[in-house]
C-alpha cells in the first residue's frame, strides 16, 4: 500500500473530492434559488406594490376626472340656460 503514502494520491484525492463537493454545492444552489423566485413569483414579487400603489393613484386620477366633469356640467347647463 505505497499508493496511500504517496502524495500525488492525496492531491487527486482532494482535487476529486473537490469537484464532488463543488458540484454539490452549484445543484443545491440551483435549487434553491428557483425555489425562491417561485415562491416570489406566487407572492406577486416586487411588482405587487408598484400594481398596488399604480392602482391607488388611478382611483385618484379617476376621482379628480369626476369632478372635473360635474364642474364641466354646470358649466354646460348655465350656457344652456342662457337666453
Known amino acids: ?3 496511500l503514502n504517496s502524495g ?3 492531491i487527486a484525492v482532494i482535487i476529486v473530492a473537490g469537484i ?3 458540484t454539490i454545492e452549484r ?3 440551483s435549487s434553491n434559488k428557483t ?7 406566487q407572492s406577486g414579487g416586487p411588482y405587487k ?5 399604480a392602482a391607488a393613484l388611478n382611483a385618484q386620477v379617476l376621482a379628480k376626472l369626476d ?3 360635474k364642474r364641466l356640467a354646470v358649466i354646460e347647463k348655465t350656457l344652456t340656460d342662457i337666453p
Open 1 to 3: 500500500m505505497d499508493f
Open 67 to 69: 369632478d372635473v366633469e
Open 8 to 10: 500525488w494520491f492525496w
Open 49 to 53: 406594490k408598484v400594481a398596488d400603489d
Open 35 to 41: 425555489k425562491r423566485y417561485i415562491a416570489e413569483v
Open 27 to 29: 445543484v443545491t444552489s
Open 20 to 22: 464532488i463537493y463543488t
